[in-house]
């Protein structure tokens, strides 16, 4: 039978682009093989699972304002996981009320 591994919650940094358009989140996940990396996201939120050496690494956050997940990009490079995902216009599914 395996053993369990201890779950740990990895450093997570997240900040605005200089432009204000994209949500950038910075993972710090050593000894992780990214194929190993399960990174599921919504409009609002993220979670990953990223087993490694002797520790599984699990996150889950919601985010500030909502973004366009389907549109996310991530690249894992020295233990650090690196996504940018665009943020979505407030206005973007917006109703034009017509007024009498």
């Known amino acids: 039978m395996a053993q369990e591994k201890f779950r740990v919650t990895p450093d997570v940094c997240t900040y605005m682009s200089e432009d204000e358009h994209t949500l950038n989140i910075q993972v710090s996940i050593p000894g992780v093989k990214k194929d190993d990396i399960r990174l599921r996201m919504l409009d609002d939120s993220f979670s990953l699972t990223a087993p490694g050496n002797d520790v599984e690494y699990v996150a889950a956050s919601a ?38």
């Not at 366009?68 to 206005?91: S, T």
């Open 63 to 100: 985010f500030c304002c909502p973004v366009k997940a389907n549109e996310a990009q991530a690249n894992y490079e020295d233990g650090c996981l690196k996504i940018a995902v665009p943020l979505k216009n407030p206005f973007e599914n917006a109703v034009e009320v017509p007024v009498s």
